[in-house]
């Protein structure tokens, strides 16, 4: 079965960097784009960073110049730098993946067509 494994999250102090990681095995094709997603209890999950088939990078802009997202191919694994590191950054962080032409931009086209790791959470204070 499909399996993304996020890991990296866990408390930091404001102005700290964390690296986190989405490690994905079984998917039923060999081409997809993937993306990052952080949701905070009460509010809506927000789109934060996505990676497509040519390694092209998109941010929302409240994370451009902080977080870098890169791609290793031959591991199966993207990896989320975040430095300079926020309060408003707390969230739990999703890894989702999807065939390339389920994204638009940083978001999806139907959430319910992607797959999804268990999240990691990031505490900023």
């Known amino acids: 079965h499909v399996q993304l494994v996020e890991s990296g999250g866990g408390p930091v102090q404001t102005g700290g960097h964390l690296r986190l990681s989405c490690v994905v095995s079984?998917?039923?094709?060999?081409?997809?784009?993937m993306g990052w997603f952080r949701q905070v209890p009460g509010k809506a999950r927000e789109a934060v960073a996505s990676?497509?088939?040519?390694?092209?990078?998109l941010y929302v802009d409240s994370v451009k110049e902080r977080f870098t997202l890169s791609r290793d191919t031959a591991k199966n694994t993207v990896v989320l730098l975040m430095n300079s590191l926020k309060p408003e950054d707390t969230a739990m962080y999703y890894c989702?993946?999807?065939?390339?032409?389920?994204?638009?931009?940083?978001?999806?086209?139907?959430?319910?067509?992607?797959?999804w790791g268990q999240g990691t959470q990031v505490t900023v204070s």
């Open positions: 990676i497509d088939s040519d390694d092209r990078t």
């Open positions: 989702a993946a999807a065939r390339c032409i389920l994204w638009d931009g940083l978001r999806l086209r139907d959430d319910d067509l992607a797959y």
């Open positions: 079984r998917l039923p094709y060999s081409k997809y784009c």
